[in-house]
C-alpha cells in the first residue's frame, strides 16, 4: 500500500502542473500586465495634453527616408542561397546578401544593414517595385514619432534635409528643418523585407514575424540637418529632445583624413546639443540595430550618460549590455525572450 500515496501524489503533482501551464497561457499574462496597463492609463489621465495647459513642445533629429516595404520571400529565391546563413557587418554583394538575410530569418530576428554595393542596391530597388504587394511609405523614428506627437497634441520641430515629395507626409503644423530652401535634394531609400511567423526560405522556417532592412544612405549617416537644428533649438525651446537615427552611422565608409574621425565629430556635437539644452528639457535616445563595436562604445560614452530615457527592444538591449559588460557585439538574441 505503500506506493499507493506515491501514485496519487504523482497524480495530484501531474494535474498542478497541466494546471500552472494551462493558468501561465490563459491568465498569467493578464495578471501580470494589468498593473502596468492600468498604471500607464493614469498616468496618461493625469498628463493630458491641453485643457488650460501650455502646448508642450517636442524637438526630433535627426533625418527622414522613403521605405520600400516588400516581403522578403517573394522577392528573394532561396534556390540562390548557396552555402550557410552567415552574419556580415555590411553588404557588398548578392551572395553576403542573400547569407546575412537567411541568418538573420532563421532566428527571427530584426537586423539593419548598409549596402556598400551601389549598383546592386539599385537592382534590388528595382526588382521589388515590380511586386505586386510592394509599398512606399515615410520612413525613420524621427518622423514618425513627430507624426504622433503632433496627433497627441503637440507642437513639434522635426530634423531631416527632406524632398518636397517626401515632406508631403508630414503635417503641415510640423515645423521641419534641415535643408536650404528651394534645395534639391534626393531621399534615401530603405528597403524593409518583411516575412511572417513560420513563414518558409528553403529549409529555413521564421520561429517569429520581423523584418530585414537595408539602406544605402548618403544624408542619414551624416546627420546633415543636424547645424540647421542647432540653429533652431534655442527660440523653439522644448520640453523634450528626442535623438535618434544615429544607427545610420553603423558601418558608414566615413572619410578619416589628418587623422580625424569623422563620425565621432559628429557624435561631439550630438552630445553638444544634448547638454546645451536647459536643465527642465528632458532628452530621450531612441536605439536601433548596431553591430559596429567602435560606434556603440561611442554611445556608451558620448549619448547614454547625458539622456533621461532609452527606447529599446529586446534585441537592442541584449546587445547594449553585452558591449557594457563583456565588450562585445551581440548580433542576434532569442526571439522569443523572457
Not at 537615427?245 to 561631439?268: H, S
Request: one cysteine or more.
Amino acid at each position: 500500500m505503500a506506493g499507493v500515496p506515491v501514485k496519487c501524489g504523482t497524480i495530484v503533482s501531474f494535474c498542478f502542473v497541466l494546471y500552472a501551464v494551462y493558468y501561465r497561457k490563459n491568465d498569467l499574462g493578464d495578471v501580470r500586465l494589468s498593473p502596468v496597463k492600468d498604471h500607464l492609463l493614469y498616468l496618461e489621465n493625469e498628463n493630458k495634453v491641453g485643457e488650460g495647459k501650455l502646448q508642450p513642445k517636442v524637438a526630433l533629429g535627426y533625418g527622414a527616408c522613403h521605405d520600400l516595404f516588400v516581403n522578403a520571400t517573394s522577392l528573394l529565391d532561396h534556390k540562390e542561397l548557396k552555402g550557410n546563413p552567415e552574419h556580415f557587418n555590411e553588404i557588398s554583394n548578392k551572395e553576403e546578401f542573400l547569407k546575412s538575410f537567411a541568418y538573420f530569418f532563421k532566428h527571427g530576428a530584426a537586423a539593419e544593414r548598409f549596402v556598400s554595393n551601389g549598383k546592386l542596391y539599385d537592382e534590388l530597388i528595382e526588382q521589388a517595385l515590380k511586386l505586386p504587394d510592394s509599398r512606399w511609405s515615410i520612413g525613420g523614428n524621427a518622423p514618425l514619432m513627430a507624426k504622433r506627437f503632433y496627433i497627441e497634441g503637440w507642437k513639434v520641430l522635426f530634423a531631416a534635409k527632406m524632398s518636397n515629395k517626401l515632406k508631403k507626409y508630414i503635417p503641415k503644423d510640423i515645423q521641419i528643418v534641415g535643408g536650404e530652401e528651394n534645395e534639391e535634394v534626393r531621399d534615401d531609400v530603405h528597403m524593409i523585407l518583411e516575412y511572417k511567423t513560420d513563414e518558409t526560405f528553403g529549409t529555413l522556417k521564421a520561429p517569429r514575424a520581423n523584418r530585414y532592412i537595408v539602406h544605402n544612405d548618403e544624408n542619414n549617416p551624416l546627420l546633415s540637418s543636424l547645424e540647421k537644428f542647432d540653429e533652431h533649438l534655442p527660440g523653439f525651446g522644448p520640453n523634450l529632445l528626442v535623438i535618434s537615427g544615429l544607427q545610420m552611422m553603423d558601418n558608414y565608409p566615413f572619410k578619416v583624413g589628418d587623422g580625424k574621425d569623422l563620425r565621432a565629430e559628429r557624435l561631439d556635437l550630438v552630445k553638444k546639443q544634448i547638454l546645451s539644452q536647459p536643465l527642465s528639457t528632458l532628452t530621450h535616445f531612441e536605439m536601433a540595430s548596431y553591430v559596429d563595436l567602435e560606434l556603440l562604445k561611442h554611445l556608451t560614452t558620448k549619448i547614454l550618460p547625458f539622456v533621461d530615457s532609452v527606447g529599446m527592444n529586446e534585441q537592442e538591449l541584449t546587445n547594449l549590455y553585452s558591449v557594457l559588460e563583456y565588450g562585445e557585439v551581440s548580433v542576434v538574441a532569442d526571439s522569443n525572450p523572457e
